[in-house]
């Protein structure tokens, strides 16, 4: 499994296991996107209906964050 991420901040020992990149990518070619960040206001509704197009048909979403985060309504 090739293991991804995009982050603010970039940890050295992260990177020796996973690759940093945009979330644009992220959301373009993953399988499975794992959310562990914490809801702070700017990131109201992370995931949206834009950012729900640009994903692969059958990508599993897994929030282990705030629901704030995901636009569920789309």
């Known amino acids: ?3 991804q991420l995009c982050s603010l901040e970039k940890d050295a020992e992260l990177a020796k296991i996973a690759e940093y990149i945009s979330f644009d990518d992220l959301l373009k070619t993953s399988d499975v996107i794992s959310l562990h960040i914490p809801y702070d206001g700017e990131n109201y509704h ?9 994903m692969k048909d059958g990508v599993y979403i897994i929030n282990t964050a705030r629901g704030e985060l995901i636009d569920d309504i789309v």
């Open 1 to 3: 499994m090739r293991v």
């Open 46 to 54: 992370l995931l949206s209906e834009k950012q729900f197009e640009m």
